[in-house]
Every structure is written in structure tokens, then in C-alpha cells.
């Protein structure tokens, strides 16, 4: 057991959050939401719950945290510094990390930690571009539980998928559950489904 993993139990031992997680497999592969993200703490107890299972994880932060002396441990804790002035080359090259053969589990937060308009797409394009399934990680305030859900595999219909996360994190309520915000994708297709070529509404 390595000394992260034992640290996290020790954490969750006395922690005041239940940890009810689905176990996932040690030497897989995924992306792992955090929702809802209501709160920077969010983000450290989904660390925790990675920990806790000695997952392989990486996250994604703003390149700023790793700058200085904080660098070095930015990344010994699995950060991946993005430049949001050029966040094109991201999926590219995390495509190339695991087609190279690297194995782990991204750690995503696609809701702000302020309500907004949506989530951000980049999850569901990375587990789209890389193939990747998508674990649920919830918070849930209203009853001080925490952990890891269901794995699902993206289907390429973008409704059909996110009402699937929807259905799933609709009882959850982060920290702060003023701020959380409906797991809907900011181009997300709205609206009746399209026709199909008879004019008939499409099944």
C-alpha cells in the first residue's frame, strides 16, 4: 500500500464525510468527474477519494499554479498545467499520453465553482478523442456523502449521454448548493430531436 493510499484512509477514517465509492480497477484508465463543483474543497476531497483506491490520477489546472517553487509539487500531485490562452493541443496530447501506452484516471471538474451558464465540454470531447469511459464522482451535502459512481461509455449522442449524468447527480448538492449547477453542456443540443427523412419525429 503506498503512502498516499494510506493517508487517504487514515483521512477518511476521521473525516465527517462518508465515503460510499465504486471500486474501479487499479490499472485502468478513464475520466473521472467531480460534481457538483461548488467549492475548491470539492476538488481536494475528489483527491482523496482517488488516494484512497491508489488510483493513478491526473488533473488539470491552470498553468499559473504551476509556476515557482509550487511547480514541482503541482505535479507530484498529478496536476497538468493547461494554457487557457491555447487549450487546443489538449485533447491531442493526452491522446498521445495513452496511445504512448500511459495508464491513469483525469480528474475533470466541468462545472464551475460559480452557477453558470453549463458544464464545459472538454470532458466528454477527451473521452470521446481518447476513448476513455466516464466515472460519476459526487459530493452530496444533504447527506455527507462522498465517492465514486457508475462508469458509463459516451455514446456520441450528446443528449442521450448527458441525461445520463443528469439523472444521476440530480439528488446531489455540493458545498455551496447555491452555486450548483445543472449538468448541461454549453452546446449542448436543445430542443425536440430532430426529424427523420419522412418527416416522422425521430425515436
Known amino acids: 500500500m503506498s503512502t498516499r493510499t494510506t493517508l487517504a484512509r487514515a483521512y477518511w477514517a476521521v473525516s465527517r464525510w462518508t465515503l460510499r465509492t465504486e471500486r474501479l480497477p487499479r490499472d485502468g484508465a478513464g475520466v473521472l468527474i467531480g460534481a457538483p463543483h461548488t467549492s475548491n474543497w470539492d476538488f481536494v476531497l475528489m483527491l482523496a477519494i482517488g488516494a484512497e483506491q491508489d ?47 500511459e495508464r491513469f484516471y483525469l480528474v475533470v471538474t466541468p462545472e464551475g465553482t460559480r452557477s453558470g451558464s453549463g458544464w464545459k465540454s472538454g470532458f466528454y470531447r477527451i473521452a470521446r478523442a481518447t476513448g476513455l469511459p466516464v466515472t460519476l464522482g459526487y459530493v452530496d451535502r ?54 427523420d427523412a419522412d418527416g416522422s419525429p425521430a425515436t
Open 142 to 195: 444533504t447527506t455527507m456523502t462522498t465517492g465514486l459512481g457508475p462508469t458509463i461509455t459516451l455514446t456520441g449522442d450528446v443528449r442521450a449521454d448527458m441525461d445520463v449524468v443528469r439523472a444521476f447527480y440530480a439528488d446531489k448538492s455540493g458545498l455551496v448548493p447555491a452555486r450548483r449547477t445543472e449538468p448541461r453542456l454549453r452546446d449542448e443540443p436543445s430542443g425536440p430531436p430532430a426529424p
Open 55 to 101: 488510483l493513478p490520477f491526473r488533473w488539470l489546472g491552470k498553468h499559473t499554479l504551476f509556476r515557482g517553487v509550487g511547480g514541482p509539487v503541482m505535479r507530484a500531485l498529478g496536476g497538468i498545467p493547461v494554457d487557457r490562452r491555447d487549450p487546443a493541443g489538449l485533447v491531442d496530447d493526452l491522446v498521445a499520453r495513452i496511445a504512448a501506452g
